[in-house]
T-cell receptor
């Protein structure tokens, strides 16, 4: 049981490039979410999903897309990277207990 | 709307002393309250939660938290701090009136806990 996994761990992008951050969970959780963590700002919700095929926007969705074709996977796509998207990104999954399980994070730098 | 506040950016405690990390919340319904811990370069780890029942909740690593409805608080406590408790702590809340619940939790900005030997 690996829990929540994220790849890559580190990434450097140039402004305007696109990329996909991968997230997978093996706990059969219905709910998954993406957060970004910036110093002094806590975790802010980007997008979330209530199940395969269903996604919705969180607090800071601009510049990001998501899809959920399976229960296990919830990739986050950066369409055209900007320096303001430099951050640490966390994926989480949870069930109706609301106890969220977090991945180890992806540290993204956009130059 | 739900919100949570952690009024202290940093808390310093000597090893062996009791520690408290403060959290207050705002919800329109009943709160579901959580504490998470983050060690350097790691993801968040669940410590404890309050959904209903006893106001004193016990969690991992000897931590506990007290739910106080009148003060809308959920402070994290430990009777005797260890140097290894040094980390970033997040309080989170969910409003029971938030409908389907799929958008998850609202997190505070975090409190750095530093335990001095």
């Amino acid at each position: 049981n690996a829990g929540v996994t994220q790849t890559p761990k580190f990434q450097v992008l140039k402004t305007g490039q696109s990329m996909t951050l991968q997230c997978a969970q093996d706990m059969n959780h219905e709910y998954m979410s993406w957060y970004r963590q910036d110093p002094g700002m806590g975790l802010r919700l980007i997008h979330y999903s209530v199940g395969a095929g269903i996604t919705d926007q969180g607090e800071v969705p601009n510049g990001y897309n998501v899809s959920r074709s399976t229960t296990e996977d919830f990739p986050l796509r950066l369409l055209s990277a900007a320096p303001s998207q430099t951050s640490v990104y966390f994926c989480a999954s949870w069930d109706i207990s609301y106890e969220q399980y977090f991945g180890p994070g992806t540290r993204l730098t956009v130059t | 709307a739900q919100s949570v506040a952690q009024p202290e950016d940093q808390v310093n405690v000597a090893e062996g002393n009791p520690l408290t990390v403060k959290c207050t919340y705002s919800v329109s319904g009943n709160p579901y309250l959580f504490w998470y811990v983050q060690y350097p370069n790691r993801g968040l780890q669940f410590l404890l939660k309050y959904i209903t029942g006893d106001n004193l909740v016990k969690g991992s690593y000897g931590f506990e938290a007290e739910f106080n409805k009148s003060q809308t608080s959920f402070h994290l406590k430990k009777p005797s701090a260890l140097v290894s408790d040094s980390a970033l702590y997040f309080c989170a809340v969910r409003d029971s009136d938030s409908g389907g619940g799929a958008d998850g939790l609202t997190f505070g900005k975090g409190t750095h806990l530093i335990i001095q030997p």
